[in-house]
């Protein structure tokens, strides 16, 4: 599931943005067409993965807004919220750590490939992303 190549195409919309993407390619553009280099970023974690989850879902879903309902509704709302906390829950897991280990660095490969980075320092990466 979170393997996905729906997934890694949003996050390269989101992260490199819609001028840097190729659905074919999984290089990066020049610098001055990225949300990711300017932000320092040059990794995923486990909360930007579930984030980038979570805006597909809402994509998919035709829902008109993506809140947590009102409660006197009749019709059911899906939780947003819930849904990305336990998407980080899961993948956060002591019996996951070696399967989200290997799917961080999947979509780090796919979304930022050693070649594209250069010899860049972004340390700051994580912390950014782990506010999201």
């Given amino acids: 599931l979170f393997p996905s190549g729906l997934l890694i195409k949003a996050a390269r919309h989101i992260f490199i943005t819609s001028s840097g993407t190729s659905s074919t390619s999984t290089s990066i553009r020049p610098a001055n067409t990225t949300n990711a280099i300017p932000d320092k970023i040059d990794s995923v974690t486990v909360p930007s993965i ?9 994509a998919l879903s035709g829902d008109l807004f993506m809140d947590m309902g009102d409660t ?4 059911p709302v899906f939780d947003y919220c819930v849904f990305h906390n336990n998407i980080v829950a899961l993948l956060s897991h002591e019996k996951m750590k070696a399967h989200t280990a290997d799917l961080v660095a ?3 490969e796919n979304l930022f490939p050693a070649d594209a980075q250069g010899d860049v320092d972004y340390s700051t990466a994580t912390e950014i992303l782990a506010g999201l």
């Fill in 50 to 58: 579930a984030y980038i989850a979570t805006f597909v879902r809402y």
């Fill in 72 to 75: 006197a509704r009749t019709t």
């Fill in 106 to 108: 999947f979509w780090n």
